[in-house]
């Protein structure tokens, strides 16, 4: 599995991690492969499929404008983002990766294909530069969910890094449970054993913690943010003040799942942050962002752990190998395998995570992860209106709650279970390959559709 902990969790910004980070990326790199720009006189962006479908929605549009300028996702200042795009636009002109003017404007360089489909992923891009040479360079890339991308013909998605020797080299959970029956080790230990192969203890241990920091800071933020979302359907944001109520003392209409509703709220939080463009980890997506660092936050603080901080780093490795086979085996791309791919992987990352962190075994963690998939499949990727709010962020704070059931369902059995986690995650494949395109993050089906939505322009 030539993939890291950190190519699954990947800090960015909102709303979309297939739709907003992964064209952020492609545009940039597309202009980075193409370097130097000195002669370039133009550059049009298209896009296809789902891509163009909920674009508008998703921000795919402005993810590609500043993927383009040179931005990335983790580096760019999120409270900027307007203000450097509506400067573009008014200047009608592109400063490509900060480098070289060219004229650009939305309406005449970026083209939305909504009835055609690039061959290999419903998410495809192409991209074009002109030089004054008269010399044209096109080239077509896929984002494939989670922030990856891949340029055509690309067999795999991949960061840029070199390839490495792994101790624990692991295609299915059946590899991981073999190598942990012959060493005696954990998956989270076989996890760590692997990913220092890329870098040092120290790295890897600091790297984690700023993933957590930027989860934790991103629940805090989102209970504290009122207003209203952007993207014209006028939703409200509603963890804030359903924080502040539920710390009431005394609250006359206080219920013993109160605990349980704070974890939805805490999820809930980091979704309207994201819908509202701000700072996330992809978890294993951005539309899924909000369940493991509401399942992290209720381990580290309501189940009072003796090592909060070892705890946070064996729950965050051993979420990324579950996600690393659903990714293998499957897809994390709605747009591919629709929502059972985004809130049904992140819920069984999230249950396998709680499970190691409070001390599972092996096999109890495979079963928390079987179950918190088997509970989601079939489920479909329907955003009303193009926009990552309705219902992604209440599902978000639903898959946190399925998770710690499926983690104490877990928990409270020997590991023995009828449906491995290998046959689960190939019943998500097979049933997102039957599942129509129009319930495939394409707005046309589901609820999308079924819902009267006025003033808006994905509509």
């Known amino acids: 599995m030539d993939m890291s902990v950190f190519d699954l969790f990947k800090i960015g910004i909102g709303p979309s991690s297939s739709h907003t980070v992964g064209p952020m990326v492609a545009a940039r790199r597309f202009l980075v492969e193409n370097s130097p720009l000195d002669s370039v006189v133009e550059v049009e962006a298209e896009l296809f499929g789902s891509l163009a479908l909920t674009g508008v929605g998703h921000g795919t549009d402005k993810a590609v404008i500043l993927g383009l300028m040179g931005e990335t996702p983790q580096g760019v200042n999120p409270h900027a983002v307007n203000q450097m795009l509506a400067s573009a636009e008014e200047a009608k002109e592109l400063k490509l990766l900060g480098e070289k003017t060219v004229p650009f404007t939305a309406a005449a360089n970026l083209i939305f294909h909504k009835t055609e489909n690039l061959p290999e992923h419903p998410n495809g891009m192409r991209f074009t530069l002109k030089r ?13 969910g989670g922030g990856f991308i891949r340029a055509e013909g690309e067999q795999a998605a991949t960061n840029g890094a070199p390839k490495v020797e792994i101790p624990y080299p692991f295609d299915t959970m059946a590899d991981l449970l073999a190598h942990g029956q012959r060493t005696g080790l954990s998956i989270p230990q076989m996890l760590r054993a692997n990913e ?16 957590w920091n930027v989860m934790r800071d991103c629940i805090q933020h989102g209970l504290e943010t009122d207003g209203q979302l952007p993207g014209g359907l006028h939703v409200k944001r509603r963890a804030a003040s359903l924080w502040r109520q539920a710390q009431k003392p005394d609250r006359a209409d206080h219920l013993p799942h109160d605990a349980l509703n704070g974890v939805s709220l805490y999820a809930m939080a980091v979704n309207e942050e994201n819908a509202a463009g701000g700072r996330v980890v992809t978890a294993p997506t951005n539309g899924a962002a909000g369940i493991i660092p509401a399942v992290l936050k209720y381990y580290a603080e309501d189940c009072k752990p003796l090592d909060p901080v070892s705890g946070v780093r064996v729950f965050l490795l051993t979420a990324a190998a579950i996600g690393m086979l659903c990714k293998r085996n499957a897809s994390i791309s709605g747009a591919e395998i629709g929502c059972q791919g985004e809130v049904g992987v992140a819920c069984a990352m999230a249950a396998a995570g709680l499970v190691a962190a409070l001390g599972g075994s092996n096999l109890q963690i495979e079963n928390a992860a079987e179950i918190g998939i088997e509970h989601h499949l079939g489920m479909t990727c329907d955003p009303i209106g193009g926009l990552v709010q309705i219902p992604c962020i209440e599902r978000n704070g639903m898959g946190a709650v399925k998770a710690i059931t499926a983690a104490s369902l877990a928990l409270k059995g020997d590991g023995t279970h009828f449906v491995s986690l290998d046959e689960v995650i190939e019943t998500m494949r097979q049933t997102g390959a039957d599942m129509q395109a129009k319930y495939k993050e394409t707005s046309l089906g589901g609820l999308a559709v079924h819902v009267v939505t006025v003033n808006h322009p994905a509509c």
């Open 132 to 144: 004054a040479d008269g010399d044209t360079v096109r080239k077509v890339y896929y984002s494939v």
């Open 196 to 211: 220092l192969t890329r870098v040092s203890e120290a790295e890897l241990d600091a790297g984690l913690d700023r993933i």
